[in-house]
C-alpha cells in the first residue's frame, strides 16, 4: 500500500515571502499522479497542482511550483509570494496509475498560516 | 459548469439510526469517490466507482455501504450510527485515469 508523509503538521510564513511544503511518499510503482490540495476554513477541498511521475519537468500554476524528486520520492509545494488567501490546510496527496478509479491517499496535511 | 453536488449538507442522528448521503457527480464524469474526514485528520478513503462498478474499496466499515445508479449518481448508506461515525463525507468524482478529482462540499453528519 502506498503511503504519504507531511512532515511539517504547520509552518507559518509571512505575506508575499515564499514557503515550501514538504512530502514524501512510498510506493513500488512507476506510474503514478502526485497533488496537492488545499483545505480553506470552508473546509472545501480545492486542487492545488498536479504531476504526472513519468514526467520530468515540474508542473507550475502560476504562484505555485512543485519539485518533484522521483528517486527521492520526494514532492515539495512552493508557494511564492504567499498570499492571506493562502492560509489553509495543505494535502499532498499520491494516486496510482495502474488501474482506473483508483483511490487518492492523502497525507496528515500541513496547516498553513500567513500572517500580514 | 455544476460542480459535485452532495445532500443534505448537515445531518444530525442519533446512534444506531440509519442515514443515507446523495452525491450528484460533475456530467460525463466516470468516477465517483466517497472520502471520511474526522476532525483534524486527513480525509479518509471508503470507496470508489468506476463506471457504475466498484473499483476501490478503502477502510469502509461492515455498516456502511454505497453504490452507483444508472444516472451516475451515488448513495452512502451507514446504519447503526455511532459517534465516532461523526465526520465530514466529501464525495469527489473524475474523468479520466489520473485526473484530478473535484470534490464536493461534504455532507456534515453528526451522531448524537
Known amino acids: 500500500a502506498q503511503t504519504v508523509t507531511q512532515s511539517q503538521p504547520e509552518m507559518s510564513v509571512q505575506e508575499a515571502e515564499t514557503v515550501t511544503l514538504s512530502c514524501t511518499y512510498d510506493t513500488s510503482e512507476s506510474n503514478y499522479y502526485l497533488f496537492w490540495y488545499k483545505q480553506p476554513p470552508s473546509r472545501q477541498m480545492i486542487l492545488v497542482i498536479r504531476q504526472e511521475a513519468y514526467k520530468q519537468q515540474n508542473a507550475t500554476e502560476n504562484r505555485f511550483s512543485v519539485n518533484f524528486q522521483k528517486a527521492a520520492k520526494s514532492f515539495s509545494l512552493k508557494i511564492s509570494d504567499s498570499q492571506l488567501g493562502d492560509t489553509a490546510m495543505y494535502f499532498c496527496?499520491?494516486?496510482?496509475?495502474?488501474?482506473?478509479?483508483?483511490?487518492?491517499?492523502f497525507g496528515e496535511g500541513t496547516q498553513l498560516t500567513v500572517n500580514p | 459548469a455544476a460542480g459535485v453536488i452532495q445532500s443534505p449538507r448537515h445531518l444530525i442522528k442519533e446512534k444506531r439510526e440509519t442515514a443515507t448521503l446523495k452525491c450528484y457527480p460533475i456530467s460525463r464524469h466516470d468516477t465517483v469517490y466517497w472520502y471520511q474526514q474526522g476532525p483534524g485528520q486527513d480525509p479518509q478513503f471508503l470507496i470508489s466507482f468506476y463506471e457504475k462498478m466498484q473499483s476501490d474499496k478503502g477502510s469502509i466499515p461492515d455498516r456502511f455501504s454505497a453504490q452507483q445508479f444508472s444516472d451516475y449518481h451515488s448513495e452512502l448508506n451507514m446504519s447503526s450510527l455511532e459517534l465516532g461515525d461523526s465526520a465530514l463525507y466529501f464525495c469527489?468524482?473524475?474523468f479520466g485515469q489520473g485526473r484530478e478529482l473535484f470534490f464536493g462540499e461534504g455532507s456534515r453528519l453528526t451522531v448524537l
Open positions: 496527496a499520491f494516486m496510482s496509475g495502474e488501474t482506473s478509479g483508483s483511490r487518492l491517499t
Open positions: 469527489a468524482s473524475s
